[in-house]
């Protein structure tokens, strides 16, 4: 079993510029949530699918932000423009949905760095 | 709204140590309880689970009990390693029929000694 993949693993980048981060959930999982980790918020939840469809957003910063999912096996998440505080570790999480089976299982993050 | 709270850390031990690491919480309905251990520069691992009340989930020495009374999922093991030194989550998601956001403790850091 791979796991839930993420890419890229680190990203530096400079204010205003585009970043797109990529997840790979685990194969059979129907459900799919983008987190963000910083030091002062926590873990904070920005958007979950279930079934390639988006169910809440309203984590999603503002607008600059945005996330697709466009088949089981693909979802991406891109800030444009980026900016300085958006810098953090972003985690996908994939879950199989089923009752007695609702625990997330996250990718080893993604950590951004917003020049 | 659904929240966890945990015990401040961190939480520093000696080696074969008792770890205890308190979790409660605040949900409408039944959910389901976690707890996950995030190492550094890594991402966060299940550790065990329960989904519903008097539940022990249990991994790895780690024990927790679902304890609908007095809503709390407090972590246990009776000896600690200094392998177990990581940052500790507890975590709750509603039981609505399909996979729903995890609510999160702020998480307490153990670092364990020889």
């Known amino acids: 079993d791979a796991g839930v993949i993420q890419s890229p693993r680190h990203e530096v980048t400079e204010m205003g510029q585009e970043v797109t981060l990529r997840c790979k959930p685990i194969s059979g999982h129907n459900s799919l949530f983008w987190y963000r980790q910083t030091m002062m918020r926590g873990l904070e939840l920005l958007i979950y699918?279930?079934?390639?469809?988006?169910?809440?957003d309203s984590g999603m910063p503002e607008d600059r932000f945005s996330a697709k999912m466009p088949n089981a096996s693909f979802s991406t998440l891109k800030i444009q423009p980026s900016e300085p505080r958006d810098s953090a570790v972003y985690f996908c999480?994939?879950?199989?949905?089923?009752?007695?089976?609702?625990?997330?299982?996250f990718g080893p993050g993604t950590r951004l760095t917003v020049t | 709204g659904d929240s966890v709270t945990q015990m401040e850390g961190p939480v520093t031990l000696s080696e074969e140590a008792f770890l205890t690491i308190n979790c409660t919480y605040t949900?409408?309905?039944?959910?389901?309880l976690f707890w996950y251990v995030q190492y550094p520069g890594e991402g966060l691992q299940l550790l065990l689970k329960?989904?519903?009340?008097?539940d022990k989930g249990s991994n790895k020495g780690f024990e927790a009990t679902y304890r609908k009374e007095t809503t709390s999922f407090h972590l246990e093991k009776g000896s600690v390693q200094v392998s177990d030194s990581a940052v500790y989550f507890c975590?709750?998601?509603?039981?609505?029929?399909?996979?729903?956001?995890?609510?999160f403790g702020t998480g307490t850091r153990l670092q364990v000694t020889l």
């Open positions: 949900a409408t309905g039944y959910p389901s």
């Open positions: 999480a994939s879950s199989s949905g089923q009752p007695g089976g609702y625990e997330q299982y």
């Open positions: 329960a989904t519903k009340a008097d």
């Open positions: 975590a709750l998601t509603r039981n609505t029929g399909t996979a729903s956001k995890l609510t």
């Open positions: 699918f279930n079934n390639n469809v988006p169910i809440d």
